[in-house]
């Protein structure tokens, strides 16, 4: 049982533990006031924080301000409290774009009238950092890296522009908006726009109007431009193609960040980083940028400069493509004749024996044609066709039925206007693809099965996807809704789709023998595998491939393309293709795209024009002019 107090006793032990419980309540109060220190450094403020100096809030964020985008943990130890004051070690980690910035500092706490206070000193912000003093952040990239193609042959790379502008320290404020209008008109930009821009810059600014390539000059700026007072033209570099258009879709372009991408890139990207906009330069861009080295400084009234910070950055890494600069810029060559005023195009190559793609090639318009626009191939798709009556048993010398026409469910089906008339009637499987039979292939439908068509595009390589490392398709093979479309699937119309890009990988994996996954990215380990698609098509054989070899030789040396005949090197393999689509002119007539496919020894190759005449005629001149250079 407990002893019995003697009277008094209470009073006096009560007298002993109220200092204590004091003292217990001040720890509690000065450990919560660091506990909202901390939370509050932690996003950046000190807002929601008792101060000793309200005022000190403000001092801290301007100093912390360039530090803004980064962000930090802010740790404490337990305070060290004598009397009414105290003093916190604080932990700061900073995550300085991806690299840490670690640092103690220590805040000053006093007891108030009613709450622990936290007596802020700039310090406590960073070591030995003192009231006048403010801190910059300074990033320098190095140059971007090149993107790189066949054979490590800089495609995208430094090369010498001028910035064409006004030098407001050249001219007299009065003159700064007529200079700037006639710099303007002189460079083809809106002068209204240019004046304001100019007008409202500091009085030692240059203000930029237009980049322009070396060389280019007389294109894009009247000759009297440094005529003009307070024009200039600033030497710099970019990394640019060897010209304007080169593989430019592809590519894409170089330049200042926007708003959208800082936004998007979680404080990788900051204002005025130059970064890829679009294509590869876009997909590939934090490999080509590299990371900056970045310096945070402490600097004093008078610029005195001391640095609380260094970090090295790591330059870029070049991209190394599978793209062969000749043969892109032949082909880019060989669309430009069809005119600035031709409808959409492009040239796709690729290399069979090993799925490089040497190019991509796009007419007129700036769209990506060549590896995303997706149209009916017409006759070209009867080379999967014929691979899959091959599977069904079919021999090259069976004998088809080729009427001038076959009527499915109502709807006719003719062949093209010119086909010839020794070719009609029952003809051999070889001679039906050689010219392009639509009603001899239609009438053999019969013998394909339900999936067996899209089963032999697979293994031709025609998927629904292309992995060359920025957005690409091939194409889809659907099964057909009706009697009708089961018949058009097999020219290559229904809702069969294919890319250039598609078409190309159809040719390239006849040339090779083999399921052909064309990919872009030399450097790709994932390129050297296949994909889940390809893994799950059925294997081309060497007895089917040698079939369909034979029957794009045919097309050759006794259908439609024997044009290409006269070609020197290794026999060449084709097969044209005409789609109709859209609605019917006055005389009935559907506008055609004109599609052409195929081999050169180990380069295959699609051309494709969006409006022409047929395969032969519009397309063909195209893969001639592509096979005699190569």
Not at 79 to 86: C, L
Not at 105 to 122: K, R, S
Not at 274 to 297: C, E, K, M, Y
Request: aromatic share 6%; glycine share 10%.
């Amino acid at each position: 049982m407990p002893l019995p107090l003697r009277r008094g006793a209470s009073a006096a032990i009560l007298a002993l533990l109220l200092p204590l419980a004091a003292c217990s309540q001040a720890d509690d109060q000065a450990e919560a006031a660091a506990d909202d220190l901390t939370a509050a450094l932690s996003e950046h403020t000190l807002e929601g924080v008792a101060l000793a100096d309200p005022a000190a809030a403000a001092v801290f964020e301007e100093q912390v301000a360039p530090l803004a985008d980064y962000d930090v943990e802010v740790m404490a130890d337990e305070v060290e409290r004598e009397g009414d004051e105290g003093t916190v070690a604080l932990h700061w980690t900073w995550d300085v774009e991806g690299q840490e910035w670690a640092y103690d500092t220590t805040a000053a706490l006093a007891e108030g009238e009613d709450e622990w206070v936290v007596q802020w000193d700039p310090s406590t912000l960073a070591p030995n950092l003192a009231p006048g003093e403010r801190i910059e952040v300074s990033r320098e990239f190095g140059e971007r890296a090149d993107i790189l193609g066949a054979g490590d042959e800089p495609i995208v790379a430094e090369r010498p522009v001028g910035r064409y502008g006004l030098d407001k320290t050249r001219i007299s404020a009065e003159e700064v908006g007529e200079s700037a209008e006639r710099i303007a008109s002189a460079v083809g930009i809106d002068p209204a726009a240019f004046r304001a821009s100019a007008e409202s810059a500091g009085p030692q600014a240059f203000v930029e109007a237009i980049v322009v390539r070396e060389g280019e000059e007389d294109q894009y700026v009247a000759p009297d431009f440094m005529e003009i007072p307070g024009a200039i033209v600033v030497p710099d570099t970019l990394p640019l193609a060897p010209t304007r258009d080169f593989a430019r879709e592809l590519l894409g372009t170089v330049g200042d960040a926007t708003a959208e991408v800082v936004d998007a890139s979680d404080g990788a990207v900051r204002a005025g980083d130059v970064v890829g906009l679009s294509g590869l330069q876009q997909a590939f861009d934090a490999q080509l940028r590299g990371t900056p080295s970045i310096a945070i400084d402490a600097v004093g009234d008078g610029d005195e400069r001391r640095t609380l910070a260094e970090f090295d950055g790591e330059d870029g890494r070049p991209l190394s493509l599978t793209l062969d600069p000749a043969i892109q810029s032949a082909a880019e060559e060989i669309i430009a004749g069809l005119g600035e005023d031709a409808p959409a195009s492009a040239i796709v190559a690729i290399r069979p024996s090993t799925g490089e793609v040497l190019a991509l090639a796009n007419g007129t318009g700036g769209l990506d044609i060549a590896s995303t626009g997706q149209y009916p191939p017409g006759s070209t798709f009867k080379l999967v066709t014929s691979l899959a009556l091959i599977r069904a048993g079919a021999s090259l010398d069976d004998v088809l039925s080729c009427p001038e026409s076959l009527e499915v469910d109502g709807f006719t089906f003719s062949n093209y206007d010119d086909y010839p008339a020794s070719a009609l009637g029952d003809v051999t499987f070889r001679t039906a693809i050689a010219n392009s039979c639509n009603t001899a292939v239609i009438g053999a439908r019969d013998r394909i099965g339900d999936g067996e068509l899209a089963a032999a595009a697979a293994s031709l390589g025609l998927a629904a996807d292309a992995d060359l490392g920025y957005p690409a398709s091939l194409g889809q093979v659907p099964e057909p809704e009706g009697e009708t479309e089961r018949a058009a699937d097999l020219i290559g119309q229904g809702r069969i789709l294919a890319t250039p890009l598609g078409m190309a990988t159809v040719a390239a994996s006849i040339g090779a023998g083999r399921t052909v996954e064309p990919h872009l990215i030399a450097d790709d380990e994932a390129s050297a595998s296949a994909s889940p698609e390809a893994e799950s098509a059925q294997p081309l054989t060497s007895d089917e491939a040698s079939a369909l070899q034979e029957l794009m030789r045919a097309v050759v040396t006794e259908g439609s393309a024997t044009f290409l005949s006269g070609i020197l090197g290794e026999p060449v393999g084709a097969k044209t293709g005409t789609a109709e689509y859209g609605e019917p002119d006055g005389d009935g007539e559907y506008p055609k795209h004109s599609w052409m496919v195929g081999t050169h020894g180990d380069l295959a190759a699609a051309v494709f024009v969006e409006d022409g005449t047929s395969g032969a005629e519009t397309a063909g001149p195209l893969l001639q002019a592509l096979f005699e250079r190569f």
